[in-house]
């Protein structure tokens, strides 16, 4: 389907997903939640997508944000929690996408688009990256999962100290802390990030859907039944056509071919 926000392209296995308001710094507006949510369909539909890059448009911004003007607007307490939800659903769609999501932080990443960016498996920045949670100079909170996911990757503390003081933090702090996986120069983070969607593109898909599923419920759990999810997926996969191709490609000393059977 056509998008007017953002732009979805396919090559080799994989998506790329580019947020494509370069004038307002990619900005997430309602259209562009909307397209978004659409798109994780399309990209859950189809079986030939193995990995899914996320990017922003121009050199700038990877997303600098939630649209201030329709904040601005909100007319009463129900419409911006009603606002909070539709952006968290979303947001919940692409963490729980069956398949891995690389985001490739180009330029800011602030509010909406650092909680964006947190929602997905493996964050790469262009060491020119900039990131954080700056609602609270708008007389806001993070509203898209930001309370929740920052202490969950950085710890309480760092979160708070973000989030409380709305400052930003350049790609090396970032990596430092924990809120992003890799560091690369500017002009590479997109090529670094569909280099690693491409190498997992090339993996056991379902293997590799039941890796993210075993990680997402068993990290907030205590470890005795995270074990038991773990061994259940392990199961599964002992089911799968996969599993049998890979053995036998480990015995016969060749490149395994995966059909995601």
């Known amino acids: 389907m056509g998008y007017e926000n953002i732009l979805l392209e396919r090559d080799e296995g994989i998506a790329i997903l580019t947020f494509n308001r370069p004038k307002a710094l990619n900005a997430l507006n309602a259209v562009t939640i ?4 659409a ?4 990209v859950a539909a189809d079986t030939s997508i193995r990995a899914l890059v996320l990017t922003g448009a121009g050199e700038k911004a990877f997303v600098a944000g939630a649209d201030i003007t329709e904040i601005r607007a909100l007319p009463s307490p129900l419409a911006g929690v009603d606002m909070c939800r539709r ?8 963490e729980k996408l069956d398949k891995p999501v690389i985001v490739a932080i180009n330029g800011f990443a602030l509010g909406g688009g650092c909680e964006l960016a947190m929602a997905g ?7 020119t990256a900039r990131l954080g949670q700056p609602e609270i100079n708008l007389g806001i909170l993070p509203g ?4 929740q996911r920052l202490p969950r990757l950085v710890g309480k ?4 100290l973000l989030i409380y003081t709305g400052d930003m933090v350049t790609a090396a702090e970032a990596l430092r802390i924990g809120l992003v996986d890799k560091v690369v120069p500017a002009a590479e983070v997109l090529e670094a990030a569909k280099a690693l969607a491409k190498q ?3 993996k056991a898909p379902l293997a590799l859907a039941l890796c993210k599923r075993s990680i997402e419920l068993g990290v907030e759990i ?15 996969c002992c089911a799968t056509e996969d599993k049998a191709e890979g053995t036998a490609a480990f015995v016969e000393k060749r490149k395994p071919i995966f059909q995601g059977r």
Do not use: H
């Open 222 to 236: 205590d470890l005795e039944r995270a074990c038991a999810i773990e061994a259940e997926n392990f199961g599964v």
């Open 87 to 94: 952006g968290q659903a979303v947001f919940f769609k692409l």
């Open 157 to 160: 503390g760092a979160a708070k």
């Open 34 to 37: 909307r397209e978004l949510d």
């Open 39 to 42: 798109a994780l369909d399309e």
């Open 200 to 202: 997992l593109a090339g």
């Open 121 to 127: 498996d493996i964050r790469i920045a262009a060491d």
């Open 144 to 147: 898209y999962g930001g309370t």
